[in-house]
């Protein structure tokens, strides 16, 4: 069976950093290309980062840019999020996602991933 489990969201203050980890289960990440996505209170699950199976990343929401970066390692089969300076705005379910065969990343729609992890939640307050 194929899952992405997340894990590594919690409670942070403003500024403070957390990594969240996607653990591939039942498969390998090799020739995968995954996604984060975020999705606040109230609103609908957006794109965040995504890194390609070929290691290029793209940054969907331009909010993270210079404070989320993305990672992986092969021999753990486990992508990373390094979430830093954190703010309130950055609240929400944060989710992995799976697409096998795009040597690039692909458009941010949730359509273009067919594996997704059930979510972690980040909570950013003072």
């Known amino acids: 069976q194929l899952e992405l489990v997340e894990s590594g969201g919690g409670s942070v203050q403003p500024g403070g950093s957390l990594r969240l980890a996607c653990a591939f289960s039942g498969f390998t990440l090799d020739g995968y290309t995954t996604g984060w996505f975020r999705q606040a209170p109230g609103k609908r699950r957006e794109g965040v980062l995504c890194?390609?199976?070929?290691?290029?990343?793209?940054v969907y929401d331009d909010s993270v840019k210079g404070r989320f970066t993305v990672s992986r390692d092969h021999a753990k089969d486990t992508v990373y999020l390094q979430m830093n300076s954190l703010k309130p705005e950055d609240t929400g379910d944060y989710y992995c996602a799976a697409t096998f065969g795009n040597s690039m990343c692909p458009a941010p729609g949730i359509g273009e991933y067919n594996v997704w992890g059930l979510g972690t939640r980040v909570t950013v307050s003072s």
């Open positions: 890194i390609s199976s070929s290691g290029d990343i793209t």
